[in-house]
């Protein structure tokens, strides 16, 4: 269970690393429709902030996971 959970944490931070590289380097070209109209009201700047601001806490989250869940010992 616990290499489960590993893997499934480290799997999720990289994820998260690559949107954040996506949202740094396109910016609000990254971002749905949804997340500028309807999350935002419109606001392409603040759509951009607030992803970048939610990844960024995804991120801090999953490196926290990862590193109070062991790494399994060996893979089959």
């Known amino acids: 269970m616990k290499s489960d959970a590993y893997a499934y944490y480290k799997q999720e931070l990289h994820r998260s ?3 954040l590289q996506e949202l740094e380097e396109k910016g609000v070209h990254a971002l749905s429709r949804y997340d500028i109209e309807i999350a935002s009201g419109g606001d392409a ?4 902030r607030t992803a970048t601001m939610l990844v960024g806490s995804h991120i801090r989250s999953f490196k926290e ?9 060996f893979a089959f």
């Open 17 to 19: 690393e690559e949107r």
């Open 65 to 73: 996971k990862v590193s109070k869940t062991q790494r399994p010992l």
């Open 45 to 48: 700047e603040l759509a951009l």
